[in-house]
């Protein structure tokens, strides 16, 4: 496990971007493709919107990435708290990724239906030989001052999910019903970046980062054999103690 602090948000999404773009051309430098999952929120709003313009846009070769959903709400795709149109309109739109390379959620046919097509498009794409679980190249993932992360909530059946990729969330506590990656795929990416940002997640990240509090969904992410980055700024970092872990970047 990383963690990097930069002073605010703005400096947290650009050395994001830093990654994201060194990243894919390792990736793709090795095996020709760069597959991501990404997370809603507000969060990584700010990376999206970098790696759509100006210098990051130009530096990834978007015909050799494939894009999925780490969650997705069950929306129609137009709607306001629908992460696809979240990423659409912050990223899709900006950059000349093909049609067959963005992997959203079907949020257009029963949710269990959904939940089948999504696991298999993910084991399809991804198999990289029979029988191995699928491995995402990054996944990007944000965390609630609950200590969820993707769809996992504290409490929920699916994270004793074993077998599947992914599966469906849905109770009177959420506005909508979701699809989420489950850990089984989560804790398999070769790399894991966690944005985190705000006082308000400090309490939080004290409890994920440095009590490796069990209980907390976020605290369940150890990919086997993968990167583990939390990328925080200032204030989502203050209540960390133990400097060691604190990998401080220039502002
Ligand atoms: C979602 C996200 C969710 C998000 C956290 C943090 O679909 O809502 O996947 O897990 O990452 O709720 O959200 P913020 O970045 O807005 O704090």
Same mark, same amino acid.
């Given at each position: ?113 959904? /939940?089948?097509?999504?696991? *298999?498009?993910?084991? #399809? ?6 029988? !191995?679980? $699928? @491995?995402?190249? &990054? ?18 059946? /699916?994270?004793?999910?074993? *077998?599947?990729?992914? #599966? ?6 959420? !506005?909508? $019903? @979701?699809?989420? &990656? ?70």
């Amino acid at each position: 496990m990383q963690v990097s602090i930069s002073y605010d948000l703005e400096a947290l999404s650009r050395k994001a971007a830093e990654f994201f773009v060194a990243l894919s051309e390792e990736c793709i430098k090795k095996k020709g493709r760069f597959t991501v999952a990404l997370s809603g929120g507000s969060t990584p709003v700010r990376l999206y919107a970098l790696l759509g313009c100006a210098p990051y846009k130009q530096m990834i070769s978007w015909e050799r990435v494939h894009l999925f959903w780490a969650d997705e709400r069950f929306v129609p795709r137009d709607h306001r708290d629908s992460n696809y149109r979240n990423l659409n309109e912050n990223l899709l739109k900006k950059i000349p990724i093909p049609a067959g390379n963005v992997h959203p959620v079907r949020t257009d046919m029963p949710i269990s239906i959904s /939940v089948d097509a999504y696991e *298999e498009e993910v084991r #399809a794409f991804l198999r990289t030989s029979q029988g !191995k679980s $699928p @491995r995402f190249d &990054l996944i990007i993932l944000g965390i609630g001052e609950d200590g969820h992360t993707a769809s996992l909530f504290p409490g929920s059946e /699916v994270l004793k999910e074993r *077998e599947r990729l992914v #599966a469906s969330v849905g109770d009177e506590k959420h !506005k909508h $019903p @979701r699809v989420t &990656l489950t850990t089984v795929v989560i804790n398999n990416a070769a790399n894991i970046f966690f944005l985190v940002s705000g006082k308000e997640k400090a309490p939080i990240m004290k409890k994920v980062i440095e009590d490796r509090d069990s209980s907390l969904p976020a605290s369940l992410i150890e990919p086997k054999g993968g990167n583990l980055l939390f990328l925080l700024d200032e204030d989502a970092s203050r209540f960390l103690t133990r400097i060691n872990h604190k990998l401080k970047l220039c502002h």
